[in-house]
């Protein structure tokens, strides 16, 4: 299998996690692969996957399955099925709110990212900018409301936090989420004790 990548790309990173976790990682590939606005990657829209995101697993037969969740979700039934995604019943659901939740955060993140670095400055716009990332604080107030979502078994929720953390202090070091979220900064503490969100921490931007 082969895996599209950017080191940088948090939903590429969460792939990763989840693919160490499950003791799959050695079957993969990574392959550096670069999209961003304004950059068009034809080849990889061509072959890849049209929307030009990360990351897209390439099995073994050819087929390509795309969406950070679904190649997770994809490893985990891989691996035996049930390790990081409930097979059934309330819980299953529960993580599928959860993980769109950070989903949204992310996206909301990565759209400012978007707007600052790379929309002429003449170009932006403050407001929508300011809504944008409201969303994803308002996402990390909730998680912070819900400490049980720390304590149970190592899950595709808290990968997806980890991930959405640590894109915080890639993008955005000076938010301040540590200050304003204590019990999100103790669980970033803990998780990053676990060689797989260790060895996946994005390089200096």
């Not at 996957?49 to 990351?55: A, F, M, V």
């Not at 409930?86 to 990212?113: F, N, V, Y």
């Not at 929720?157 to 953390?165: F, K, Y």
Request: hydrophobic fraction near 40%.
């Amino acid at each position: 299998m082969k895996l599209t990548f950017s080191p940088g790309s948090p939903y590429a990173r969460k792939v990763r996690i989840a693919a160490i976790e499950l003791g799959l990682i050695d079957r993969i590939a990574l392959v550096p692969t670069a999209v961003q606005p304004g950059k068009f990657n034809e080849d990889y829209s061509r072959t890849v996957n049209p929307l030009r995101k990360l990351p897209a697993l390439i099995l073994d037969d050819g087929s390509t399955i795309v969406d950070s969740f679904v190649i997770a979700e994809y490893l985990d039934d891989l691996a035996g099925g049930g390790k990081l995604f409930p097979a059934e019943g309330p819980d299953k659901w529960k993580r599928k709110t959860e993980h769109s939740i950070i989903q949204g955060m992310l996206e909301a993140m990565l759209l400012c990212r978007y707007e600052k670095a790379v929309r002429p400055e003449n170009l932006r716009w403050q407001t929508w900018l300011d809504d944008r990332w409201d969303r994803a604080w308002q996402g990390f107030a909730l998680f912070e409301s819900l400490p049980s979502t720390f304590t149970r078994p190592f899950d595709i929720t808290q990968i997806a936090l980890i991930c959405v953390l640590g894109y915080a202090d890639f993008r955005f070091p000076d938010c301040g989420w540590r200050k304003a979220f204590p019990k999100l900064t103790a669980f970033n503490e803990k998780m990053m004790q676990r060689p797989s969100v260790k060895d996946t921490v994005p390089p200096p931007a």
